[in-house]
């Protein structure tokens, strides 16, 4: 009953008459409504209004008497010049509406043809008082005089509008229905005529809602001009979560082609890569013939962790090997560290923190009755988050520090040092010569995790030179199990989303080979779904899914499979079309193992779109009653995954996101323990670095709940809600947790990782894989994110045994939150911004505020979940494009336009 409201809640459900019922409806209320207004009460007429009710009598029986044609034009001139309140009729229209029958009788005795045509003009007008299901003004209209739409008002346009498309509706079905081609070419004419009289009146949204019920949204582009294109392709983006595909392309080429049209490549840039195509993204970065602007579209492809060589794509630039440079820089993310450390000497916190400064606890001393093991690891993952990118620490990189990480045992030794990836997150030069030495070491489980921390520091930056590949490629077939886990993962990690071929040539033999591990396996999937995350490679993703059926069938059950089913998701990641080819391969698996492989692979395909149709099948499986207990072949884990599949699907879009939260509840109310612990998961997905105050709420309440794993889950799901953000709520929670499970090993150890993720680069870096306000996934993010929380579903077999490592793929996730500006030679430069809350302006006239309470500071700033920049002045400097996050470049303004601008 619970998962039902759920539904109810997320969809709203239509109950629909018979049109024959339908219409008997609006007809006997429209003689209702005929015979209340026929009843004008005479008494309470002002002398005007009865004066003018009897002109229009007046005029009416001149029109039945000899004298149609001006009368009528009279008539027509009447309406059109009568002004109205917005809540009341206009006059001539409400007494000229008990004569409507009579106004069309004449219509259709009339012979001659220009009273006939100016009858029809009265006809239609007078029709927008009446509801009838006839469309009698659409109809009357197309029989008028043919006069110009705009002379008759907006309301009229509207009415009209709503007319068309209910039309435009029936007489396709009808030939549909009868196999004939539909003729809407008078339709089509009358929408020509209403689009540019829309837009010329800051109605866009009206014209692009007519033009989207006529399934011709080409006809919009001409009409757009130089101040309204902003305008209407806000509109259509933000209309693009709530139509089914593939209408959700075709709105998104239309902002494109606008954006084209005006030569707006940054916005160009950002649409194209909504719609993933290589093809296209290609095409805007060569189309862009502006130095500096191409420069942004660099940054903005580093930010979304998607790179091409330049040098194939732009042909003339291989005589400028200085640009060259630049470009391929600028996309490989080679100036993120540099840029993130100057962040923390503006902000002062380039000083390191150790983890006892983020637990409140006194160093050396401990209240926990933890294995010292434990204890261990969890200080160093902490540190390792706490310190992200700064390059120093307190624990490991001080004198003597490589004593600690002797203080291990076995994986959990492979996780320590592999957290020097993260201390040197995004500094491939500093971070490899400090790695180095461990590469050098005799015991296996220092090298191996020295293998995982080549891959985590160039994770999300690119070298011309392939360090990682250089180091790792001769450790993938070793000997050593642990030594290929390392670098296979670690090769993952470095070139996610790059779609490299020689990586793939690399571990592709690996996935065929039957001796293997399970874990192995795994990890090499997961490596291979990372690198061609998001490009529906149908080679690589057969691939993955048929490694599946060289794995014994005993452990298809198994939490490592799972990954690998994963992996193969996220090859199709936002590839709805392309994914059937990967379902039906998994339909010859048994029917538990092909259900919940089935539903991962389908919520990670419409991952971050809020498609509703796919959230309700979801939900639909949730609702399922799955008996266990008398049952024992059966199984409810594909309810689970469908849980998380709802966030997945939902994330990103602030709608999809509010209501799915709310049948979070409900699913947590009624659902099966499988759901109550994927719930918390779910949760942390949907507010992920951006803390809700009723979702924390709710956690909190969680984190002591009977069931270990449902506690477990929230704990981490706290810590990931709260990434990057210090916030104090939760830290005070976390810190309440650790003396609650003080006595409980596991327990504790997840607190500490969860405190460890709140202060994330010390609440300078956010987990969330959105960016460009919230209206881009970066797929390479994403993976990394998703590997991580899909994980967690067996925490008590991943993350709590051997699997400690599983944390690591957060790293494909971090980035920081940060604004930097730059001028037109890449130097950085320090200016005034203002940092508000962001102001939702779409369907908004003219140029609303879209920042509300803001401070204004001096770049480079933080930028909070849901906070937008703007320059304070643009008498010096002007951004080239309009959203101002990450790294943004802006023009000096020349001295006669910064005049210009003030004087205005």
């Given amino acids: 009953a619970g998962v039902v409201v759920g539904v109810e809640a997320y969809f709203i459900i239509q109950k629909t008459m018979s049109p024959s019922e339908e219409e008997n409806k609006k007809a006997t209320l429209a003689q209702g409504e005929m015979e209340k207004v026929d009843e004008i009460d005479e008494e309470e007429l002002s002398d005007a209004d009865r004066d003018l009710k009897t002109k229009l009598e007046a005029l009416l029986v001149e029109m039945e008497g000899g004298e149609a044609a001006e009368s009528l034009k009279s008539l027509r001139s009447e309406i059109r010049t009568a002004t109205s309140s917005m809540t009341s009729v206009p006059k001539p229209l409400k007494f000229l509406r008990p004569h409507y029958a009579r ?3 004449f219509f259709e005795t009339a012979t001659d043809a220009e009273v006939k045509a100016l009858a029809a003009d009265v006809v239609s007008l007078v029709a927008m008082t009446i509801e009838n299901g006839e469309r009698d003004c659409l109809k009357y209209r197309l029989l008028g005089t043919n006069e110009s739409i705009s002379s008759w008002g907006h309301e009229y346009v509207r009415h009209l509008q709503g007319e068309i498309a209910i039309e435009y509706s029936r007489v396709f079905e009808e030939a549909e229905a009868q196999g004939t081609e539909a003729d809407v070419d008078d339709l089509l004419a009358l929408a020509q005529e209403i689009v540019p009289y829309c837009v010329r009146n800051n109605a866009e949204p009206d014209a692009c809602d007519l033009l989207m019920e006529l399934e011709r949204m080409d006809l919009l582009i001409p009409h757009v001009d130089e101040n309204a294109y902003d305008r209407v392709c806000l509109y259509l983006q933000s209309c693009v979560p709530f139509v089914p595909e593939p209408y959700d392309k075709m709105l998104l080429n239309v902002c494109l082609d606008i954006f084209r049209k005006f030569e707006k490549w940054p916005q160009a840039m950002q649409v194209a890569l909504r719609i993933n195509d290589m093809s296209i993204i290609v095409d805007v970065f060569k189309t862009c013939s502006d130095k500096i602007v191409r420069r942004q579209l660099a940054f903005l492809l580093g930010r979304q962790q998607f790179y091409f060589d330049v040098e194939e794509v732009l042909e003339d630039i291989e005589d400028d090997d200085d640009e060259l440079e630049k470009l391929r820089d600028l996309m490989a993310n080679t100036q993120l560290s540099e840029s993130f450390l100057a962040l923390g000497r503006e902000l002062d916190i380039l000083e390191p923190k150790a983890p006892e400064d983020v637990y409140k606890t006194e160093s050396g001393t401990t209240t926990t009755h933890v294995t010292s093991s434990q204890h261990n690891l969890s200080n160093t993952l902490t540190n390792a988050f706490v310190n992200a990118g700064f390059c120093t620490d307190k624990l490991i990189l001080v004198e003597n520090g490589s004593k ?9 030794r492979v996780a320590a040092v592999a957290s020097l990836g993260l201390l040197y997150l995004w500094d491939v030069d500093g971070g490899l010569t400090s790695i180095d030495q461990y590469v050098q ?9 020295a293998l995982l921390a080549i891959g985590i520091v160039n994770s999300t930056v690119r070298d011309e030179n392939e360090p990682a590949l250089a180091l790792l490629s001769d450790y993938v077939s070793s000997d050593v199990a642990l030594f290929r886990v390392g670098s296979i993962m670690g090769l993952g990690l470095a070139y996610a989303g790059t779609k490299n071929d020689v990586v793939t040539e690399l571990l592709l033999p690996v996935l065929e080979e039957t001796e293997i591990d399970l874990e192995l396996r795994a990890v090499t999937a997961l490596a291979l ?23 014994d069938h005993e452990d298809h059950n198994s939490a490592h499979t799972r990954l690998i089913a994963l992996a193969a998701g996220l090859v199709y990641m936002g590839k ?20 919940v492989f089935t539903t991962i692979v389908e919520a990670i395909a419409y991952a971050g779109t809020g498609a509703v149709l ?11 009653y799955i008996d266990t207990k008398e049952d024992k072949s059966k199984s409810d884990l594909f309810q689970a995954y469908a849980t998380i599949g709802i966030a997945v699907i939902a994330m990103g879009e602030e709608i999809s996101v509010s209501m799915a939260l709310r049948s979070m509840s409900h699913l947590l109310q009624y659902g099966s323990p499988a759901i109550r612990r994927a719930v918390p998961l779910a949760m942390a997905l949907l507010c992920t670095s951006n803390p809700v105050l009723s979702v924390l709420d709710l956690l909190s309440k969680l984190t002591h709940d009977p069931d270990m794993l449902v506690a477990y889950n929230s704990i981490l799901a706290l810590g990931i809600i709260g990434a990057g953000t210090n916030h104090a709520r939760i830290a005070g929670m976390l810190r309440t947790l650790a003396q609650y499970y003080s006595k409980s090993n596991d327990a504790l150890f997840v607190v500490r990782i969860a405190q460890g993720l709140l202060f994330t680069g010390k609440g300078s870096i956010t987990l969330s894989p959105f960016h460009t306000e919230r209206t881009l996934l970066s797929t390479a993010a994403a993976s990394g994110l998703l590997t991580y929380i899909y994980g967690l579903v067996d925490v008590k077999s991943l993350f709590l045994r051997d699997y400690y490592y599983n944390i690591y793929h957060l790293a494909l996730a971090m980035s920081p939150r940060i604004l930097s500006l730059f001028d037109e030679d890449l130097n950085p430069i320090s200016i005034p911004v203002r940092v508000g809350q962001a102001v939702d302006v779409v369907g908004q006239a003219g140029k609303p505020k879209t920042i509300t309470g803001f401070v204004t500071n001096n770049t480079p700033v933080l930028l909070g ?7 304070a002045n643009e008498d010096e400097y002007l951004p080239v494009t309009p959203t101002l996050e990450g790294f943004v470049i802006c023009r000096k303004v020349e001295e006669d336009k910064a005049e210009s601008q003030k004087s205005k």
Avoid: P
């Fill in 103 to 105: 106004i069309q009788g």
């Fill in 404 to 412: 600690w990480l002797y203080r291990h045992k076995a994986r959990a």
């Fill in 441 to 449: 070491s005799e015991k296996d489980d220092v090298k191996a995790g």
């Fill in 529 to 551: 779904g990372q690198i061609h995350v998001g490009t529906a490679n149908g080679e690589i993703g057969e691939a993955i899914a048929n490694s599946l059926f060289l794995i």
């Fill in 576 to 595: 709805q079309s392309d994914v059937q080819t990967l379902l039906s391969v998994f339909a010859v698996l048994d029917e538990g193992v092909k259900t």
């Fill in 614 to 624: 796919k959230i309700q099948e979801m939900l639909l499986q949730c609702s399922e």
């Fill in 865 to 871: 979940f849901g906070e937008r920049a703007q320059l």
